[in-house]
């Protein structure tokens, strides 16, 4: 592939990521529903979980990053470090989705042995967005590992080609 | 430095990362604990969580994966997939320790909103168990970052080098 096809791939890849966090961040932000229990109304929101708030922090982080990238001229020095600066963030994402995932478990499925109760049959439509946004979240984490093993590939390949 | 110091410091960091995964392993699997509370007898147990279940797993991952490349000759073709496989195994590392620490968060300060209330007064050492082999895993996962950044610094070097 020539090096014009790779940029174009990379591009994509990109602005794909941009997307999944942008829709990620917005659908988790606006998911709030009121529900009624025993008399007393509790409003379910985001912003009641401190992983689901690390979420919006790390997908706004990773989409600033992919914008950041995509605005850069290829001949910048900091262009160089994308690499390192991938890794960086492909963990980061994959962290926030994977603690976010562990809390919408148990308010979906809750857990006996703790005690802790599942709350989605009261707030369907809350647990529903947040699924959404774990979804386009999960899908960024997918895109930016993609984008990983390919550059490591790309800068990987040389190496391989002369040691083998 | 040379490429003898770079072997010696990639060992030493596989022994340690080797380490802190059978710690993280040990320290969770032999944790539980029974309490009484009205009446009824309950035991806190690691395996009573999908998410330290999964933590168990990837740490053992984790830690065959750093044996099996220690006794791999340098010269062999899978030696050199290991940057990759660094990635995999530390995007793992990230993703489990990241939600047991969500989960093992809720057990300690519980969720008022969502009626989830702390269960580490009922059983202390029981969390102390668990906060331990936190702290053992977050250590391997931190480990395999440097290895990373490590060994992608070796790789890029030279391409730096040659392009700046």
Chains 1, 2 share one sequence.
């Not at 802790?116 to 647990?127: N, R, T």
């Not at 984008?147 to 990987?156: I, K, N």
Request: proline share 2%.
């Amino acid at each position: 592939m020539t090096t014009k096809t790779n940029r174009i791939i990379t591009i994509l890849l990109r602005l794909l990521a941009l997307g999944a966090t942008i829709a990620a961040i917005v659908v988790m932000v606006t998911s709030h529903e009121s529900a009624q229990v025993l008399n007393l109304t509790f409003t379910a929101k985001y912003s009641n979980d401190p992983v689901f708030k690390y979420f919006v922090v790390a997908e706004a982080i990773a989409g600033g990053y992919s914008l950041l990238v995509l605005v850069l001229s290829s001949k910048s020095l900091l262009w160089r470090l994308t690499i390192i600066l991938d890794v960086v963030v492909t963990a980061l994402l994959t962290s926030s989705i994977s603690a976010a995932l562990a809390i919408a478990h148990v308010g979906k499925k809750g857990n006996s042995h703790a005690g802790w109760l599942p709350i989605c049959e009261q707030v369907p439509k809350f647990c529903d967005r947040v699924t959404g946004a774990l979804v386009a979240g999960f899908a960024a984490a997918i895109i930016y590992s993609v984008l990983l093993v390919y550059s490591l590939h790309a800068v990987l390949s040389p190496i391989f080609a002369v040691k083998i």
